[in-house]
């Protein structure tokens, strides 16, 4: 079964940090891109950071310097460090698997992020 599981969210003080994690399951975990996005509230989900094995991570310029990703293919695991959390960064935080050439591309339930005092 092809499935991507997120945790790791919660409530969280302005300048704080949480490590969100993604579990994969039932695909070729080193093959794929994989990927966080994030949609708050009132809007569109976007892009937060992306890393396919092999290669330098890709950072939303609003993250940079303040988020990491890292996989370990070993573990069919890539987890998002988040450190200087603003109340900006409050969203919905989606795992993403996306394989080309196929355009396999999969998405996690969410996990919920508040930044707030």
């Known amino acids: 079964q092809v499935q991507l599981v997120e945790s790791g969210g919660g409530l969280v003080q302005p300048g704080g940090s949480l490590r969100l994690s993604c579990a994969a399951s039932?695909?070729?975990?080193?093959?794929?891109?994989m990927g966080w996005y994030r949609q708050g509230p009132g809007k569109q989900r976007e892009l937060v950071a992306h890393i396919i094995s092999g290669s330098s991570p890709n950072y939303a310029d609003s993250v940079k310097g303040r988020f990491t990703i890292s996989r370990v293919n070993a573990a069919n695991t890539v987890y998002l460090l988040m450190n200087s959390l603003e109340p900006e960064d409050t969203g919905v935080y989606y795992c993403n698997a996306f394989r080309q050439p196929m355009g396999y591309n999969i998405w996690g339930q969410g996990t919920l992020v508040t930044v707030s005092s």
């Open positions: 039932g695909i070729a975990f080193s093959l794929y891109r």
